[in-house]
Structures are given as C-alpha cells and as structure tokens.
Nanobody
C-alpha cells in the first residue's frame, strides 16, 4: 500500500493551494484519512481528518480556512487550503487507516509535500 501526496508549492500569503493524496495497492477498505503538518523544529500536528462517511475534524488554527474532502471511489483525500498564512508553512503529510484484508489494518503515511507561504 502506498500513499502518494502532491500539490504543495510556493504561494503568497492569502493565496490558495489544493493538496491531494491517493492510496494505492492491495486495499480492502480505507477508513479515516487525514492531513498532518510539521514545521521546522516543531512536532507533527493534525490539520484535518475525515471519516469514510464524511465526518470532519479540523485544528482550530485552520478551521474556516481549510477544507478536507475525499473521493471514496478513488481512495483519495484532498485538502483545500485558502487564505494561507506564513504560519501554515510546513511539510504536509497524509495519513490513512487502511485495511488490506477484513482483519488487517494499520496507519500509513504519505511522503510529505512542502507548502511554502511567502509574506
């Protein structure tokens, strides 16, 4: 199983970016999907998560600016980031709870994609 993230880049403050992350491989089901971020010198933190049914949670710092969504048919999760601030600059990682059989599941991490916000 692999998680392939893309969509990071350089954007000016106030701008937008859309990240996507697709799960591939021998997948039985994909449950929770989420995005984390890690800035230099900081711990990795949860940005947003979404259940298979579409229930979402957000970090307080991104609520009302970021939107997480998913396409279950494509095993893909998205993060629409609007009104970006310099404080959002970090490496963003996708994470997903994936079952490869009815009984075997664990969390997987994507490779990370860098988001740079210039002021």
């Amino acid at each position: 199983v692999q998680l392939q993230a893309c969509g990071g880049g350089l954007v000016q403050a106030g701008g937008s970016l859309r990240l996507s992350c697709a799960a591939s491989g021998s997948i039985f089901s994909v449950n929770m999907m989420g995005w984390y971020r890690q800035a230099p010198g900081e711990e990795r933190e949860l940005v947003a998560s979404i259940t298979r049914g579409g229930a979402t949670t957000y970090a307080a710092s991104v609520k009302a600016r970021f939107t997480i969504s998913r396409d279950n048919a494509k095993n893909t999760v998205y993060l629409q980031m609007d009104s970006l601030k310099p404080g959002d600059m970090a490496v963003y990682y996708c994470n997903s709870n994936i079952y490869t059989t009815m009984w075997d599941g664990r969390n997987y991490w994507g490779q990370g994609t860098l988001v740079t916000v210039s002021s």
